[in-house]
């Protein structure tokens, strides 16, 4: 009877155990579409709808990302499309089309969110989430790193975060945050970053965060925060801080010696620039412009070992740079505008250099005099700035004894109280000194990677992926390894040059362009213009091994020839991959979006991730390359920094800012037309544009898409993944530039459709095995 009894009991606790497991899993999906009606079923999550799988095993777009650990959610990012940029002032309610609606609660939402008790990274952005973050949210006890960013939540950061001991990374940047930043930041012992840009914070930052030891991160940009900066020299980590947009004032503290990023711009620091600054050797970009920062350069700031971007403008610096001045080898900007800076430039600053962009406009200097002052103006300031100073004492002790006899006055005359004071505040408003604005972002360095420090630090990074050594190959090198350009390693020939296929004296195979200059460059200006493109490294674009300059003495000569050295792909161009070309190569729909894809991730990269940004990239299906693997690598990428724009823009005399002043909707323009000839096959010869244009005409019925969509892809495409690379054409070759997409966009697009495909064609594969095991039976 024991033993019976014993059984039962294993039996039962068996059963109950098996149960709760299931439940555990049950339980946190339940949790997940509870938040997915919280939010009003933001288009990331979509791909929830039919499905009845185990949500952690869900392959995903990008936008919505979920992982998992012993059947419970540890990571949830969620990125939707509801931009905060348009909306200048919030007043706490719903906004239409902008916010969730007005039926939202945050706090019923975090009530939800926080029953995921294993999270370790939650981020959920852009989606329209409006109110203030509730005490509540200390609950997600597990949390590493917080991200709420562009969403609409205001009031003051809550208390009881700093009981997340565990919290790495706080980011709240682009909401309505208003009050002051918290004491009890230094609660959180692990915090690395800390981001609250673009908020309404105000007040004095706190001494607190100095104590913050692991920070390495520090964002406090574009909000209304003044007093003064603490000394953070203590941060030892720390290597970007980010102050730009703010009314902080005082002279600036001592700062951590590691610091590779100092955005200071725009703010009202005063004194002189610190001579500590010079000891700051990891420091690649200092931006220190539109303050009120007086007194000497410290020439020894030109030529620390790793500064790149020096931007000392809109400032009252005063007083003549060292002729014997030294600029480091990594410096490639600098902008000195609108100081009281005198006497000549040195050598290394010479705005005529090919070697780095120089900014004088609105000194004293003798050189360039069209946009100098006379340096009459330059010395009458110092001399005025030397005479407020002596007197500053007198000056305020005569304001002070007038103040005084004023509110005599005012105490004898009662009517006049109300008055004097409003005309006094009238006053002192009127005499606030304006800031001096920079119309445009410094030349170099986009305005879109200005908004965002981060991605200058990783992009700071280029260059040091794996991969093989950028090399100078010489001419005899270069001849040996095609056969002295025989016929038969020829490959093609575009409107920029020959293509031969060659093997170098280690065996490896590589493509070797030969282009031919329809102008005369010198070496030192083409130098500058190979690093750059040299630096251009993604799994996505065919890999440059090195060059060869023909023509020319290895000084500043004139050159006439230049060969590109690229890594060979094997499998040749898009197009052949496409029907009308070679029938049995073509590629089904799902390979043709991840072609699609990798293309897309290479340009987002040209456009997004390098310093300056690269457009115009002469995008079509022939320059994309297929490896064995049937990767996407995309070819003649950033000739523009080479070729045509150079050429163009150095003809009126703006070589400095030709390869990235065209707009990267060119490269959407042209993406659209791959797009379209994914769709219905390649171009017929002498058609072109036109033809495409004509044949859009033809999605918008389903014989009309019957008729032109290439048959390989109406057999192998679901409808939805189809229709949606079609309304993405679409808008890629609107007349209009400003209405076509982003890359980003374009990127998510594809990745939704490849996710659409990569459902159904599962779905087809389980239907059809469930048919052949009935047919067997």
């Known amino acids: ?52 799988g185990d949500l952690c095993n869900l392959s995903s777009p990008p936008q919505m990302i979920i992982k998992c650990e012993n059947s419970s959610v540890t990571e949830l990012r969620i990125m939707g499309d509801k931009s905060v940029k348009v909306v200048s002032e919030f007043n706490g309610f719903a906004i239409p089309n902008q916010t969730l609606s007005g039926s939202f609660s945050i706090d019923s939402f975090v009530t939800t969110l926080t029953r995921l008790t294993s999270l370790r990274v939650l981020s959920l952005v852009s989606l329209g ?27 003051s950061i809550p208390s009881e975060i700093s009981r997340l001991v565990k919290l790495q990374t706080l980011t709240l940047d682009g909401n309505f945050v208003n009050d002051t930043i918290p004491e009890w930041f230094d609660s959180l012992t692990n ?131 060292p002729q014997h001045l030294k600029c480091g080898d990594a410096l490639s900007l600098v902008d000195l505008s609108d100081n009281r800076l005198i006497g000549a430039l040195p050598a290394c600053l010479d705005i005529n250099s090919d070697k780095r962009v120089v900014k004088i406009r609105g000194n004293c200097f003798s050189f360039d005099t069209r946009n100098q002052h006379p340096e009459s103006y330059c010395k009458d300031t110092e001399k005025d700035k030397g005479l407020s100073s002596g007197k500053k004492i007198a000056i305020f002790a005569s304001v002070i004894g007038g103040i005084v006899i004023v509110v005599v006055l005012l105490l004898v005359v009662g009517l006049l109280i109300f008055c004097k004071r409003h005309h006094a505040e009238r006053t002192v408003i009127q005499h606030v000194t304006p800031k001096i604005v920079q119309d445009d972002p410094p030349l170099g360095i986009s305005a879109e990677l200005l908004a965002n420090a981060r991605i200058i630090s990783q992009a700071a990074k280029l260059g040091t992926q794996n991969g093989p050594a950028y090399k100078v190959f010489s001419m005899e090198e270069l001849v040996e390894a095609t056969g002295n350009f025989d016929q ?27 282009l031919a200059l329809c102008r005369k460059y010198s070496i030192q200006n083409l130098k500058l213009r190979l690093d750059l493109l040299s630096k251009l490294r993604h799994p996505h674009l065919v890999g440059l091994l090195g060059h060869c300059i023909d023509g020319g003495r290895q000084d500043d000569s004139i050159i006439n020839r230049l060969f590109l050295v690229y890594e060979f792909v094997p499998s040749g161009n898009f197009r052949a991959h496409l029907s009308d070309t070679s029938p049995e190569k073509a590629l089904k729909w799902s390979d043709r979006l991840g072609v699609l894809i990798g293309v897309a991730k290479a340009v987002h990269f040209l456009h997004t991730g390098v310093i300056p940004p690269c457009y115009s990239n002469r995008l079509k299906t022939n320059n994309i390359l297929l490896d064995e693997h049937r990767i996407a690598k995309l070819s003649d990428y950033g000739m523009s920094i080479i070729r045509d724009e150079t050429e163009k823009a150095e003809a009126k005399g703006d070589g400095s800012k030709s390869w990235y002043s065209t707009k990267s909707e060119d490269d959407v323009y042209n993406f659209g037309f791959i797009l379209l000839e994914s769709l219905v096959g390649p171009i017929v010869t002498g058609k072109g544009e036109a033809f495409l244009l004509n044949e859009m ?37 609107l007349p209009e530039s400003s209405s076509r997409p982003s890359f980003e966009d374009v990127l998510w697009n594809l990745q939704y459709a490849a996710q659409v495909q990569a459902t159904a064609d599962s779905d087809q594969k389980s239907d059809t095995t469930s048919q052949s095991e009935l047919q067997l039976r």
């Open 1 to 52: 009877m024991r033993s019976s009894n014993l059984v039962v009991m294993v039996v039962l606790s068996w059963i109950f155990f098996a149960s709760t497991t299931h439940q555990l899993r049950s339980y946190e999906t339940q949790i997940l579409l509870q938040l997915r009606k919280h939010l009003e079923n933001p288009m990331p999550l979509a791909i929830w709808e039919n499905y009845n």
């Open 129 to 155: 989430i409006w109110g203030r973050l509730p005490d509540k949210i200390h609950r997600l006890y597990s949390l590493e790193a917080l991200d709420m960013s562009s969403n609409f939540i205001f009031g």
């Open 191 to 321: 915090l690395t970053v800390l981001s609250l840009k673009n908020n309404r914070l105000k007040g004095q930052i706190p001494s607190t965060v100095s104590r913050i030891t692991t920070l390495t991160e520090v964002v406090l940009s574009h909000n209304l925060l003044s007093g003064k900066l603490p000394d953070l020299s203590g941060l030892s980590n720390l290597q970007l801080l980010d102050l730009r947009e703010n009314h902080l004032d005082s002279q600036l503290p001592p700062l951590p010696k590691g610091l590779t990023n100092i955005f200071v711009s725009n703010n009202s620091f005063s004194g002189s620039i610190p001579e500590q600054l010079v000891e700051l050797n990891e420091l690649q970009y200092l931006d220190l412009s539109n303050n009120h920062l007086i007194g000497i350069l410290p020439p020894q700031l030109f030529s620390l070992p790793n500064i790149s971007y020096l931007n000392l403008s809109s400032n009252v610096l005063s007083g003549s740079l």
């Open 488 to 514: 038969l390693a020829f490959l093609g020939e575009s409107s920029i040059g020959k293509v031969y296929k060659g093997m170098l004296e280690n065996g490896t195979y590589v493509a070797v362009r030969s």
């Open 697 to 733: 005409t033809s999605f918008g019925s389903q014989d009309g898409m019957r008729k032109i969509v290439d048959p390989i892809v109406l057999t192998t495409s679901s409808q939805e993944s189809l229709s949606t690379v079609i309304s993405l054409t679409n808008k890629c070759i």
